[in-house]
């Protein structure tokens, strides 16, 4: 099954997308910037983003954004079934409810009737901290499975079929447990991901495990990797865990070594310089980030484009020959010069 948010097809045979969310309110910033941002992580490979919708104060922003947005926009719906109908109103693409905390059945089918009439999906979203009552002898996992179809059979009853699950826990093994579960049960599209999953570090280790696991299984249409971060990072390894699992093919491939002792060029202050700029090109190139002139010509050889430097001088390669030298200072501007050159 396929569900369309915007321009976006979730599902079917269509291509894994990468999501992420606002990192703040909608109130005081100007949405011209929020488009500004919107875009640059649309660079970096996110393809869908979502926003908490928590006041009538934000229709008017939420409504600029979802109209001026490269991407579909994507509303974050508790408790106040209201607020789902206004999003969809200001033009959200999709929503985001739990049906168990929006209050009686009545307030889920007006809003499920309100996404039907403006061509809106809704992603039925369920944490394992936000369960109704476990039934004797069910797991988190079992117990999330069980209400999501309750969910969908309202919905299918209702008519509406533009639908997205995702079953997350801060547990890993429960979150793949409940995604291989609904797997089994429904073909319905599944976003997936380890909800509050830490830390970058921590959660890309988390989220590459359990959403590493369940891609390569054919589970998840769409995924988030959850932060406590910057939303840029969280987009950058959504894609890249998709780049390395083969499920996305443009994009930069950073190649990067760790410093030693050896190292006569500092790798870990210019990766980190050049990242975000170098994932942002529509290239399927590989650039190899290097710290000595061992690993420069040698161990990068395979790449598209290297760097590494030795005694203040920085040196460009392609393919594995050289092809120029510069001082350190002017190396970020004489790598993108090279790359923008092919």
């Excluded at 408790?79 to 739990?98: E, P, Q, S, V």
């Amino acid at each position: 099954m396929e569900a369309r948010a915007g321009n976006l097809i979730i599902g079917g045979n269509h291509p894994v997308s990468v999501q992420t969310m606002y990192d703040s309110s909608l109130q005081g910033i100007d949405p011209v910037l929020i488009i500004e941002r919107i875009s640059s992580l649309h660079a970096l490979g996110c393809d869908a983003i979502r926003f908490s919708f928590i006041s009538h104060d934000d229709a008017a922003p939420f409504g600029y954004i979802a109209s001026h947005s490269p991407i579909p926009v994507i509303a974050d719906i508790h408790f106040d079934w209201k607020m789902a109908l206004l999003a969809l109103k200001a033009g959200a693409h999709k929503i985001r409810i739990n049906p168990g905390n929006i209050g009686a059945k009545w307030k889920t089918e007006e809003v499920v009737r309100a996404a039907a009439g403006c061509g809106a999906a809704i992603r039925i979203g369920l944490n394992s901290g936000s369960l109704p009552v476990m039934e004797e002898g069910e797991g988190e996992a079992e117990a999330m499975v069980r209400t999501a179809l309750e969910y969908l059979d309202w919905f299918q009853g209702w008519g509406f079929s533009n639908t997205v699950v995702s079953l997350k826990s801060s547990d890993v093994a429960e979150t793949v447990k409940a995604a291989r579960l609904f797997s089994a049960s429904s073909d319905y599209p599944q976003h997936i991901g380890v909800t509050e999953a830490g830390s970058p570090v921590i959660s890309a280790v988390r989220s590459t495990w359990a959403l590493g696991t369940l891609l390569s299984e054919g589970i998840g249409s769409t995924i988030r990797v959850s932060m406590t971060g910057d939303m840029e990072d969280e987009v950058i390894a959504g894609a890249e865990l998709l780049r390395t699992l083969g499920l996305r093919k443009r994009g930069v491939r950073i190649i990067s070594c760790p410093r030693c002792g050896r190292h006569a060029f500092d790798t870990i202050a210019f990766e980190k310089k050049v990242r975000r700029r170098l994932l942002s090109l529509d290239k399927d190139i590989s650039v190899a980030i290097m710290g000595c002139l061992v690993n420069g010509p040698g161990e990068a050889k395979g790449a598209d484009y290297a760097i590494t430097g030795m005694k203040d001088k920085v040196y460009l390669y392609r393919k594995g020959k050289l092809i120029g030298s510069v001082e350190e200072a002017d190396a970020e501007e004489a790598l993108f010069e090279a790359i923008g050159n092919e």
